[in-house]
C-alpha cells in the first residue's frame, strides 16, 4: 500500500449521536515481514460506528460499516478482520 497517511487523511468519518463527526481510530501496523498496514481498532469508545466483532450493536453478526468497506473496495483494498479487536487493510 502506498501512502498511509493520505489513504488515512481520506477514510469515511461518521456523525455520533450528539451530530459530532468522528474518524475511525487507525494506526500503522507491520506483518511478520515488516510489510506496513493501515489498522482500525473496534475497541475504542466510538469504534461500533465503523466496526463490530461480536455484533453486540449489530444483530450478533461481525459488522464493518458499509461507507469503509466501498472505500476500500474503491482502492483496491479490502478490510479483514485480524483479531476481534482489529481489522487490518489489505490489497487485493
Known sequence: MKNLDKLIKSMPKENDIYG???APTVF????DHGKKR??????EADS???A????????GYPWVNP????WAKDRG???EWQNPAVLGLFEI
Do not use: K, T
Not at 38 to 43: C, G, K, P, R
Open 77 to 79: 483494498l479490502y478490510w
Open 52 to 59: 463490530d466483532y461480536y455484533g453486540e450493536f449489530r444483530g
Open 38 to 43: 493501515i489498522m482500525l481498532s473496534a475497541e
Open 20 to 22: 459530532n463527526v468522528i
Open 67 to 70: 461507507a469503509l468497506e466501498q
Open 48 to 50: 461500533y460506528y465503523f
Open 28 to 31: 500503522i501496523g507491520e506483518n
